[in-house]
């Protein structure tokens, strides 16, 4: 089993739908949970974190997470054909040595928001 | 601030010369990453320091691959030899640190072709 799963997709949805992205993690003492988004060719951009049971809404973007179930997701309001992208899910390991600092990936979700 | 520099932002090499990748972090954060990524593995984790300090760098793939952070502001990757194999992007990434979560910042990237 991954550490961090996430569905490959591609996820295709309408342009101003919401898209869904999916994470799904192993280590039940994992605190910290970020989402990146990662265009072609370029660099993964941080679109946001969270580390407590529930929702976090930044604009457009939902996170939730739910630790019981060990499970991370991101909502996408009103998406856009900008949001097409790769983005990637990242958990950032337990505990208080500098190893806690490392993150483990998940190999992304390929959205795709047709206009 | 001009986020995390990574130079070259290409290399085209041929399979036995040596290749240095180089890295500027965002300064102030005091833990940089390296990671390559590829169709096939993702995005993976090859070596962490925290403070100048290697903390781990069980992710390097073999003793061709070294990395040294001399100074706060500065980071290599060194291949020596270099193989087709290790065609990828290659990220460099720092982090900041908060009270409650540390969030990790990447370079653009450089994309090393090996011949």
């Known amino acids: 089993q991954k550490e961090v799963e996430q569905n490959s997709g591609p996820l295709s949805v309408p342009e101003g739908a919401i898209a869904s992205l999916n994470c799904t993690y192993s280590?039940?003492?994992?605190?910290?949970f970020f989402w990146y988004r990662q265009y072609s060719g370029k660099s993964p951009e941080l679109i946001m974190f969270i580390y407590s049971n529930g929702d976090k809404e930044d604009g457009r973007f939902t996170a939730q997470l739910n630790k019981a179930s060990q499970y991370v997701s991101l909502l996408i309001r009103d998406s856009q054909p900008s949001d097409s992208a790769t983005y990637l899910c990242a958990v950032n390991r337990a505990g208080s040595s500098g190893s806690a600092r490392q993150l483990t990936f998940g190999s992304g979700t390929q959205l795709t928001v047709l206009p | 601030d001009a986020g995390v520099i990574q130079s070259p932002r290409h290399e085209v090499t041929e399979m036995g010369q040596e290749v240095t990748l180089r890295c500027k972090p965002i300064?102030?954060?005091?833990?940089l990453f390296w990671y390559r990524q590829t169709m096939m593995r993702g995005l993976e984790l090859l070596i962490y320091f925290n403070n100048n300090v290697p903390i781990d760098d069980s992710g390097m793939p073999e003793d061709r691959f070294s990395a040294k952070m001399p100074n706060a502001s500065f980071s290599t990757l060194k291949i020596q030899p270099s193989e087709p194999r290790d065609s990828a992007v290659y990220f460099c990434a720092s982090i900041n640190s908060t009270r409650w979560v540390d969030t990790q910042y990447f370079g653009p990237g450089t994309r090393l072709t090996v011949l």
């Open positions: 280590d039940r003492g994992s605190q910290s």
């Open positions: 300064s102030g954060h005091n833990s």
